[in-house]
């Protein structure tokens, strides 16, 4: 079920109005029940797999704080991880270790029959595993107390806005907001309405759209033209930010619409100036799930490694599963290690590039922070050419046709002006967030402003929606 799809708008149109009409207790209750029916309309059968994660997760909660022994609670804790972790490898990762594996061993002169599983990979399986893996850390981090409502934390693990491509939320912040009584408001109806609008534009008119520019040059063989490549590649940067970005944004609308508080997933990641600073603004609820739970536990634990080397030892494991959370591929692993080592690279110049650039005037600090803008964004261009590409070897390909193969082809004007037509749009709203430091300085703007955006918004919508219902592209991680 789509957030961009008329059964959706059926679907939540029906659970608002029970929603508005049920007190706090039975609100919980529908909720779990609509996010049952909106998970099974995918497919009814990973149902059971997504309430064993929900159970086991639950009891090991209860048994991790209850237990006394701390060599018990680790054992509940190692157990809840370990499931958690072999399901997602069974339906994520079995096919891509054991295809690697017998390619492995060929190179030996050892020849195995592959072993395939024949199985599809359950709709947000990466999001809703780490949800509850968290859960069951914080609790023994003795950072949260377990619910014993069983039918609460289904409901935390399975409430249908964010459940499918996130964000990744944590316990300390949904769960509260589950057990206590929410209040609706007209000011967080009106704003939610407003960021499910704008994810729906973001998706269906600029993302969608800009799909048709990216798919031919992605699927396309080798040569590859370097001007193809770039255009296809900034228009990718735009889809993949207008598609999960979108989602995120309609994801706390729904939430803002029913009274709860989904975190932010995207704050201005086109407006940083160093990639430490992007990770920080881009699929936030991942990163700083992988920082506190992956990279921190790592850095703590080499502490015989000394120096820098320990940091950087630490940002690249953790950087490389952000990439392989992605997907079993290659390309995702590439992906991930290019920004580690983009990472362990500032670093390691951060403090001289202050040093050897100083610019006198403020003008000459506009423009170097333009500068490296400018730069920052590009190499994200990059980072996102690797993470699209359809198998490893393009990568390559692609690369060298960027940086040796740079001649003008026909049309290349026109694909120009369809990037710059399709994303003005979005361009002005994130320049209206960045001046004005608030995501929803839209929203907060004078009448005349709303009206305005309104009408362009609709105009998009009438005339160059695409009503295809394409799924978000995040669904399949």
């Not at 990163?287 to 490694?305: A, C, E, I, K, T």
Request: with cysteine.
């Amino acid at each position: 079920m789509l957030f961009n799809s008329l059964k959706f708008a059926v679907f939540i149109v029906i659970v608002y109005g029970l929603y508005l009409k049920l007190d706090h207790k039975r609100q919980n209750r529908m909720l779990l029940a609509a996010s049952y029916v909106f998970y099974g309309a995918w497919d009814w059968r990973f149902l059971s797999l997504i309430f064993f994660s929900t159970v086991l997760d639950y009891f090991c909660g209860l048994k991790i704080h209850e237990s006394p022994d701390p060599k018990r609670k680790k054992r509940f804790l190692l157990l809840s991880i370990i499931a958690n972790l072999s399901i997602l490898g069974i339906f994520k990762y079995f096919n891509f270790f054991t295809f690697n594996l017998q390619r492995l061993l060929e190179t030996f002169g050892v020849t195995i029959p592959p072993v395939f599983l024949n199985i599809i990979l359950p709709l947000g399986i990466s999001f809703y595993t780490f949800q509850t893996m968290s859960y069951t850390i914080d609790i023994h981090r003795r950072e949260i107390e377990p619910t014993r409502n069983f039918c609460d934390f289904a409901l935390f693990v399975t409430f249908f806005p964010q459940l499918v491509a996130g964000p990744i939320e944590r316990a300390k912040r949904l769960l509260p907001q589950i057990i206590l009584p929410r209040q609706v408001t007209l000011d967080k109806f009106y704003e939610g309405c407003f960021l499910i609008f704008w994810g729906l534009v973001m998706k269906i008119c600029i993302a969608d759209n800009l799909g048709d520019i990216v798919n031919p040059v992605y699927r396309g063989a080798p040569p590859y033209n370097g001007v193809d490549v770039l255009l296809a590649s900034y228009a990718f940067t735009f889809q993949i930010f207008c598609d999960f970005a979108g989602y995120s944004n309609m994801a706390r609308g729904l939430g803002k619409i029913m009274g709860f508080d989904i975190m932010i997933n995207f704050n201005l990641p086109f407006f940083v100036t160093n990639v430490q600073d992007f990770w920080n603004r881009w699929h936030i609820s991942l990163s700083s799930w992988l920082r506190d739970y992956v990279y921190f536990p790592l850095f703590r634990g080499l502490r015989n490694v000394k120096g820098n080397l320990r940091i950087y030892a630490s940002l690249m494991i953790t950087l490389v599963l952000i990439g392989f959370w992605h997907g079993a591929a290659w390309t995702f692993g590439i992906f991930g290690f290019y920004y580690g080592v983009l990472l362990c690279l500032y670093i390691v110049i951060r403090t001289r590039c202050h040093s050897w650039i100083k610019p006198e005037s403020p003008w000459g600090e506009r423009l170097w922070v333009f500068a490296r803008m400018v730069f920052m964004f590009h190499l994200v261009v990059i980072g996102n050419l690797i993470f699209r590409a359809e198998y490893a070897s393009q990568i390559y390909f692609m690369l060298k046709a960027v940086f040796f193969n740079f001649t003008i082809p026909p049309g290349a004007g026109k694909v120009v002006f369809t990037i710059l037509f399709y994303t003005w749009i979005l361009i002005a709203v994130q320049l209206a967030q960045f001046w004005k430091k608030d995501l929803m300085a839209v929203f907060r703007s004078p009448a005349w402003v709303r009206a305005v955006f309104y009408y362009a918004c609709f105009m998009f919508i009438i005339f160059y929606g695409d009503y295809g219902s394409d799924e978000f592209i995040y669904f399949q991680f």
